[in-house]
């Protein structure tokens, strides 16, 4: 049987399947060996205010939630001093948490397509994104994605850099 996804605006009603998620795959990175997320970076009240801005987007496969991505235009003040090859604006993806049990399934690569689309329907010609260098699985997704990286920075008081990635857009 195909599975069929799609990607929806998240509302406040899926807030609780949300974070359901998000905590199943915090545990799934750090039994991965990658601490990016644990108790202090991201809360409950970050996916609501992702939420109430518009700003979160959910994954959905034949009826369950699969995942979940900020997509806007908000950079870090850490982005700053790096070498970006595009201009502002650019479309920036934060807090993807896929659902462990639907990790390889394609729900990545469709939060990023979707992301990527909504920047060309914006006129926005490119894009921007930073994971824990522990976080092989991600930084994989990226390349795959097409984006290059252009540096490094610190993030939530974590002592390991974050890579620091951009895909510029032919709009």
Same mark, same amino acid.
């Given at each position: !049987?195909?599975?069929?996804?799609?990607?929806?605006?998240?509302? @406040?009603?899926?807030?609780?399947?949300? $974070?359901?998620?998000?905590?199943?795959?915090?545990?799934?990175?750090?039994?991965?060996?990658?601490?990016? $997320?644990?108790?202090?970076?991201? &809360? @409950?009240?970050?996916?609501?205010?992702?939420?109430?801005? #518009?700003? =979160?987007?959910?994954?959905?496969?034949?009826?369950?939630?699969?995942?979940?991505?900020?997509?806007?235009?908000?950079?870090?003040?850490?982005?700053?001093?790096?070498? $970006? %090859? %595009?201009?502002?604006? /650019?479309?920036?993806?934060?807090? !993807? /948490?896929?659902?462990?049990?639907?990790?390889?399934?394609?729900?990545?690569?469709?939060?990023?397509?979707?992301?990527?689309?909504?920047?060309?329907?914006? #006129?926005? /010609?490119? !894009?921007?994104?930073?994971?824990?260098?522990?976080?092989?699985? !991600?930084? /994989? =997704?990226?390349?795959?994605?097409?984006? &290059?990286?252009? #540096?490094? %920075?610190?993030?939530? #008081?974590?002592?390991? &850099?974050?890579?620091?990635?951009?895909?510029?857009?032919?709009?």
């Amino acid at each position: !049987m195909t599975e069929k996804l799609t990607i929806r605006p998240a509302r @406040r009603e899926d807030l609780d399947q949300i $974070w359901a998620l998000v905590r199943r795959a915090v545990v799934h990175m750090n039994q991965l060996g990658n601490p990016q $997320w644990g108790e202090d970076y991201p &809360t @409950r009240d970050f996916y609501a205010g992702d939420i109430d801005r #518009g700003e =979160l987007y959910a994954a959905i496969i034949d009826g369950q939630l699969a995942g979940v991505a900020c997509i806007n235009t908000s950079e870090s003040p850490e982005y700053d001093p790096l070498p $970006w %090859t %595009t201009s502002r604006p /650019a479309v920036v993806i934060h807090r !993807m /948490a896929i659902d462990p049990i639907f990790q390889r399934h394609g729900v990545g690569s469709a939060l990023f397509a979707f992301a990527e689309g909504e920047a060309r329907r914006q #006129g926005i /010609a490119a !894009m921007r994104i930073d994971t824990y260098s522990l976080n092989d699985r !991600m930084q /994989a =997704l990226i390349r795959k994605m097409g984006f &290059t990286k252009v #540096g490094e %920075t610190h993030l939530h #008081g974590r002592p390991l &850099t974050y890579p620091c990635f951009e895909k510029a857009l032919a709009i």
